[in-house]
């Protein structure tokens, strides 16, 4: 029995999709502005950081 069988007997399995998804997407949409707003100077140094040491 493959597994695809098993997620069909499970009631409402597809809300788990959709809300993964909208969470998903609501945290990429977040950090896409975050970025797009953020100071430049602050971005550079945190691009930086790695290669300080």
């Known amino acids: ?9 499970i009631t409402g399995v597809d809300i788990y999709a959709l809300s993964s998804f ?11 502005l975050w970025a797009w707003k953020a100071d430049k100077k602050m971005i550079d140094e945190i691009n930086r950081l ?4």
């Not at 909208?22 to 896409?32: D, H, N, P, R």
């Not at 790695?50 to 040491?53: A, E, F, Q, T, V």
């Open 22 to 32: 909208t969470i998903f997407f609501s945290f990429f949409l977040l950090m896409a």
């Open 50 to 53: 790695p290669l300080d040491n």
């Open 1 to 9: 029995m493959k597994f695809i069988h098993y997620l069909e007997k």
